[in-house]
């Protein structure tokens, strides 16, 4: 992962620079004075999502490291990815950020909570000493930091911003794509076997939530745009935040097959489910 790690956070952030250039102030009161559809969004993934992979390893034959593994990946919150594709989705963009911001930041609280009983549930032991910190600390550089720069920039040159629009977002396409294809060829000779051992549970938890937060969301939110967003949060999971768990408390790697799995299906998954929405208003 040698390339991915020295490339992935610069691109991120250049991307999420690239839709603060698309965000105002008024987005984000918009969202505070509705905050009907934070609080879909934040049940759906921080309440549902735990609870639909906690149901499927209970119904699936997993051995207990991929059982937890899957609560790892299920207790993360939603990271810069879902953020990226809401905006190619046509969605609800200030909702999106919002709810990764506020997600990532209440993880220092919720990732351990999870994890340490799914892990006292699977008989699993875990060392205990683990600090969220380090990693909140990224998330707000990659995510909230760019944004708020796009956002002061685009209330100091607006016209100039809005006549660029659409360089700037094939910019940000190229960018995630470059992500993506050096994942894949990163991690080509490790693909089938994290597939293999936890691609089914990863594809059905995954697709289960995608389709849980797009319906929850119809009935609940106010709008299409919020519907893509929530369904997004809750398909894709901060796979960073949930390896640096693993690695903090576990020495086998097989912890992280699930996450591996999760992450690889995800973009897949997600990108179809990108191209068939945006054309939904």
């Known amino acids: 992962m040698e390339i991915v790690t020295k490339i992935a956070p610069i691109c991120l952030a250049i ?4 839709l603060g250039l698309g965000l105002t102030v008024q987005d984000f009161i918009r969202v505070v004075k509705n905050p009907r559809d934070f609080l879909v969004g934040f049940v759906c993934q921080v309440i549902l999502l735990p609870i639909i992979a906690f149901t499927l390893i209970n119904i699936l034959s997993l051995t207990p490291e991929i059982a937890l593994g899957i609560m ?7 990271g810069v ?9 046509d969605g609800d963009v200030a ?3 919002s709810l990764t911001a506020i997600v990532s ?8 909570l999870i994890v340490f009983n799914s892990a006292e549930f699977l008989g699993i032991e875990t060392a205990k000493n683990i600090s969220m910190l380090n990693i909140a600390m990224k998330m707000f550089f990659v995510v909230t930091v760019p944004v708020i720069f796009g956002m002061i920039i685009r209330t100091l040159m607006t016209d100039f911003i809005v ?5 700037i977002q094939r910019i940000s396409v190229i960018l995630f794509l470059i992500v993506f294809i050096a994942i894949w060829v ?5 693909i089938v076997s994290y597939i ?5 549970v990863a594809f059905i938890l995954n697709m289960t939530m995608i389709f849980v937060g797009y319906y929850v969301a119809k009935f609940f939110t106010s709008g299409i745009a919020q519907r893509k967003c929530i369904s997004l949060e809750c398909g894709l999971q901060n796979g960073t935040l949930a390896v640096f768990v693993t690695t903090q408390l576990f020495d086998n790697i097989v912890f992280m097959v699930p996450t591996a799995a999760y992450a690889l299906i995800m973009f897949c998954t997600s990108v179809v489910f990108v191209l068939i929405v945006r054309k939904i208003n």
Request: glycine letters at 6%.
């Open 15 to 18: 991307i999420m620079l690239g």
């Open 72 to 78: 790892i990946i299920a207790a993360a919150p939603g």
């Open 81 to 89: 990815t879902s953020n990226i594709l809401t905006k190619f989705a």
């Open 95 to 97: 909702l999106s950020v």
């Open 105 to 112: 930041l209440l993880s220092i609280f919720i990732v351990p």
């Open 163 to 167: 006549s660029k629009t659409l360089i």
């Open 186 to 190: 990163e991690e080509w000779d490790r």
């Open 196 to 200: 293999t051992r936890a691609g089914l």
